[in-house]
């Protein structure tokens, strides 16, 4: 399984994005998709989590209210819309795939991911 993410930039304090990530190649084995993101000089953290279904969602809760994920499984896409950005959501963000369908407590643990994407880089001015 390929995973591409798109869809960063730089945007100012206050501004929206959407990211997206499209997978390819062995598709079904994307059942839970993710998003995480690591910032200069830290360690990677959880951004936002959904199942195949799209009803088990979850997030963290820095991003809870501004950010909503979502996905297309016709398209093999899930995306991350990004809503009210802070400069402290500066990162590279990461899409991640598991055939795995996870519970609610696995979904933020990227161990328990089999596949990533190579990162799309998000950067918020103040």
């Known amino acids: 399984v390929q995973l591409q993410a798109s869809g960063g930039g730089l945007v100012q304090a206050g501004g929206s994005l959407r990211l997206s990530c499209a997978a390819s190649g062995g598709t079904s084995r994307t059942y839970t998709k993710g998003w995480f993101r690591q910032a200069a000089g830290k360690e990677r953290e959880f951004v936002a989590a959904?199942?195949?279904?799209?009803?088990?969602?979850k997030y963290a809760d820095s991003v809870k209210g501004r950010f909503t994920i979502s996905r297309d499984n016709a398209k093999n896409t899930v995306y991350l819309q990004m809503n009210s950005l802070k400069p402290e959501d500066t990162a590279v963000y990461y899409c991640?795939?598991?055939?795995?369908?996870?519970?609610?407590?696995?979904?933020?643990?990227?161990?328990?991911?089999?596949?990533w994407g190579q990162g799309t880089l998000v950067t918020v001015s103040s």
């Open positions: 991640a795939a598991t055939s795995r369908g996870l519970i609610l407590s696995t979904m933020s643990d990227g161990t328990w991911y089999d596949y």
């Open positions: 959904t199942r195949w279904s799209g009803s088990t969602l």
